[in-house]
């Protein structure tokens, strides 16, 4: 038996369809075999109540236990008119929603984006999000989000302890993952509208919750590493560096230090 309301799900949310799993190495992984064998209608939600082998950019990993909220959102670009140049913006629009849903869902913390796809609560990471696309399937995107609620961080690995975080550790409380869930994807579904709409609200959000701006950054960027002062995000949600060199701006790449 799934261990979230899946009518509830399809009833309150854009979702079309639901794949749960009970156990899976990554939701992004299955997402992506599924949309590849044109098994399923979209909006798609990929779900499962512990993911073995999560994904982050690069070569990171995500670790979760039980109580994790780990998901996969796989949409149709082209039925939501989100057009190929919105695509960048996915990682840290989604980001946004992620920040907007627990801005309600809990009150008085500090809560911020980490270019490009983490999601800070109190200053140490609480969510995580990856993008992909589909080569098969070149109009789909998915969206791979992994939120910690009610996996507390006790008996993480000693090098997590003071950099991440979840709700529970936060709150001393549990929450109802399928509320949780619902709320989240209600505000992603706004938040793609606003993308859509290219309404200028995006982009001062974003900016309002930056954790960055202001700070020295070293950022790898595949082929080099760049590092400087962050002057925020732009209306395309580049991160700006000042470097030695002048300004830059940033459309991919990871943070590896923060100075």
Sequence with gaps: MAAFDIDRILAETMVRHVEYRPEVPSTNDLAISLASANAITFPSLTITDRQTGGRGRGSNRWWATDGALTFSLTLDTQALQLEPRDWPKMSLTTGLAVCEMLEGLIADRRIHLKWPNDVYLEGRKVCGVLVETIAQRP???????????????????????????????????????????????????????????????????????????????????GTRRLTGVCHGIDDEGALIIQAEGGIERCFAGVVSQIL
């Design 139 to 221: 109009r789909l995107i998915v969206i791979g989000i992994g939120i910690n609620v009610n996996n507390s961080f006790a008996g993480a690995p000693q090098e997590l302890l003071s950099i991440a975080t979840s709700l529970t550790d936060m709150t001393d409380r549990s929450f109802e993952l399928t509320e949780v869930l619902i709320s989240q994807l209600q505000h992603i579904e706004r938040r793609i509208a606003s993308v859509v709409a290219n309404s200028e609200d995006l982009a001062e959000s974003w900016r309002a919750r930056c954790m960055l701006e202001g700070r020295t950054l070293s950022i790898d960027l």
